[in-house]
């Protein structure tokens, strides 16, 4: 009797950042996921699917990290999905910054290296790329299931995968942006004003891009280390870094949907 009411207790006693965290996950699952969909609705019946594969991939994934907030919110009064919840988080943790990584290389192939990106642009070869991003992705999910939650090992591992995936974006990043501020010789006035187009929205692309996984992932390394030098588990900071993963979602497919001009459609829509 003691051990029901204890445990009662402690599922259903909430404090004002699990009630904080509960608005922001049923914010990201109940908008996130019409909004995901649309955009992957709008991919698929497009033309020239294979041009926008890593989107279509990355609409995917946050797919699943929106209905991985609906895990978390079921978390609250089932116990039993904890190992659930650290098999997705290495979708949250690996599968975004991988597909935002993988449109950052594409887009420098296009701008400093014409020829090689022509050459690698058949769908088949963005498939298999594609697929072996899933299959590290499942890797890493089945690995973050034996890692303690805000354990020094997870602080780590996801710290070093976000050191690496950023450090490739920034080099994007940069030879996009030289590439941007050399001319071509011989070019036309015409030509050269479509190419410096071009090689400014690839830049723009990268940019919005590295921003965005800056903001998403930094919080939490930092409150990680923080936490793991201080010894202080300060509940305000992992807040913090819970709104800045889910809000930092949405750029992307705003973006797209902004390029596509069916922004207007989604917030009618909505409003309706």
Not at 57 to 79: D, K, P, R, T
Not at 200 to 212: D, E, G, H, P, S
């Amino acid at each position: 009797m003691n051990n029901s009411t204890v445990n009662f207790t402690t599922t259903y006693s909430f404090g004002p950042f699990d009630i904080l965290e509960m608005y922001a996950h049923s914010f990201s699952f109940l908008l996130g996921l019409p909004t995901h969909f649309y955009v992957l609705w709008l991919i698929i019946t497009g033309s020239g699917v294979a041009s926008v594969l890593f989107k279509l991939n990355l609409s995917v994934c946050e797919i699943g990290i929106c209905m991985s907030s609906l895990i978390f919110l079921l978390s609250f009064w089932i116990s039993g999905l904890t190992k659930l919840i650290c098999f997705l988080l290495g979708l949250c943790i690996t599968c975004r910054p991988m597909f935002q990584c993988l449109m950052c290389v594409e887009s420098y192939l296009a701008v400093v290296h014409p020829v090689t990106f022509l050459k690698f642009k058949p769908l088949r070869y963005r498939v298999i790329c594609c697929t072996a991003a899933w299959i590290i992705t499942l890797g890493f999910c089945f690995f973050s299931m034996f890692l303690l939650p805000n354990s020094i090992e997870q602080t780590w591992f996801y710290s070093l995968q976000f050191i690496f995936f950023l450090s490739i974006q920034l080099f994007c990043l940069v030879a996009v942006l030289r590439a941007l501020k050399q001319s071509g010789p011989g070019e036309r006035g015409k030509e050269r004003k479509e190419e410096n187009h071009m090689k400014r929205r690839a830049f723009y692309v990268i940019l919005i891009t590295t921003v965005n996984m800056v903001i998403i992932y930094v919080p939490y390394i930092i409150t990680g280390l923080f936490t793991i030098v201080t010894k202080q588990d300060i509940r305000a900071l992992w807040c913090i870094c819970v709104l800045c993963f889910l809000l930092a979602g949405f750029v992307q497919p705003v973006l797209y949907l902004f390029n596509a001009k069916k922004l207007s459609c989604l917030c009618s829509s909505k409003v309706v």
